[in-house]
């Protein structure tokens, strides 16, 4: 089968003939219909993952058809379409079974602890326990992002922070998960403030669903929380119900936590390089919460689905550029130096 394979970090991939994977017991082979180009692919790529072995084929966005199935495999039949969270469960332990797959201690992910989709094929192991079946009348480009950026933004959002129509948010960070995180939210009910340094990606915000828009160049998180609230004056006051950095800032964290109202809750999406400061005074004081997000259990995506099929919420919005796989490598290689926040994905059928 075809696959974009890399033998060095940081050495340019190549499209390379590779054999198909074989079948596991209680997994599935997939062929691969669409996959996504993320900045995840980029950073294993450039040898920051410390699970990536050698040779590798990246790639965890992923829709597809099952090709074949394990003889535990129960719930899933070969040519059912399907996609699949990033994190994948074992179906077993503690964390699994109360549905919380997303933090399992021996969790895989396609691309990284093995071959991802950006090949004919994909294998996803413990299938029972990770596919999400998808309706067939909906386009590849809607659903490719929501196993990495939509699910991780929903899971904060919907899942740990509760958010709920009528609530306001603040997103720090337009880039490709904050402004899923503002298409979320806006699908939700909630009244979205965003902000960013850049006044291009705050026009993408307000073009997808941000009622308020921040410009944080110059400001310290204290003026910058401020600007946030003022956007709420009227029916806020006191701050926001919902903070979500999906930069990972120290000042878009300590501006995050700032701009809360008593019993607010911040979102941490965005990685950060060292530990940050946290004002754990205020966290106390106005009894907020601190939650982190990492990816979503397969079971969580019936309720995101339902407002992908209704059009609530529209992930192709985000996708601009759609490559073939021998594409690919030049398409990784420009990860590095690409500020923007639009989704590349590729099409196995072309």
């Not at 029916?235 to 000042?251: H, K, M, N, T």
């Not at 985000?318 to 990784?332: K, R």
Request: glycine residues 10%; contains cysteine; negative net charge.
């Amino acid at each position: 089968m075809r696959a974009i394979v890399y033998e060095e970090f940081s050495v340019l991939p190549q499209l390379r003939d590779i054999e198909s994977p074989s079948t596991p017991t209680a997994g599935v082979v997939i062929d691969v219909e669409a996959t996504g180009v993320c900045r995840s692919d980029h950073h294993a790529w450039s040898g920051h993952d410390s699970t990536i072995s050698l040779p590798h084929v990246p790639g965890h966005e992923l829709v597809g058809h099952v090709a074949s199935a394990g003889p535990e495999v129960t719930d899933f039949r070969v040519g059912q379409r399907v996609t699949v969270p990033f994190v994948c469960g074992c179906g077993r332990c503690r964390w699994c079974l109360s549905g919380n797959a997303q933090v399992c201690p021996n969790q895989t992910q396609p691309g990284f602890t093995h071959f991802g989709s950006w090949a004919d094929q994909v294998v996803i192991h413990n299938a029972d326990a990770n596919l999400i079946a998808v309706p067939d009348d909906l386009p590849a480009s809607a659903m490719v992002g929501l196993g990495c950026r939509f699910a991780t933004a929903f899971h904060g959002l919907r899942v740990r922070a509760n958010l709920n129509a009528g609530e306001t948010v603040a997103v720090f960070g337009c880039g490709g998960v904050g402004l899923s995180a503002i298409m979320i939210a806006r699908a939700i009910g909630a009244q979205v403030v965003a902000v960013d340094v850049s006044d291009a990606a705050l026009e993408r915000a307000r073009q997808h669903g941000a009622a308020h828009t921040v410009n944080a160049s110059g400001k310290s998180p204290t003026q910058l929380s401020a600007e946030v609230v003022a956007q709420f004056s009227e029916e806020c006051p006191d701050g926001v119900a919902v903070s979500v950095d999906a930069l990972g800032r120290e000042d878009t964290i300590a501006a995050g936590i700032a701009s809360l109202a008593p019993l607010g809750r911040h979102v941490q999406i965005g990685l950060l390089s060292a530990p940050p400061v946290i004002d754990v005074g205020r966290v106390i004081g106005l009894e907020l919460s601190v939650l982190g997000s990492h990816g979503m259990a397969a079971a969580e995506y019936p309720e995101m689905l339902d407002l992908v099929g209704d059009g609530r919420l529209r992930p192709q919005d985000l996708v601009t550029n759609v490559i073939g796989l021998e594409d690919a490598p030049a398409a990784m290689e420009m990860l590095g130096s690409s500020t923007g926040s639009g989704m590349t994905i590729i099409d196995l059928s072309r």
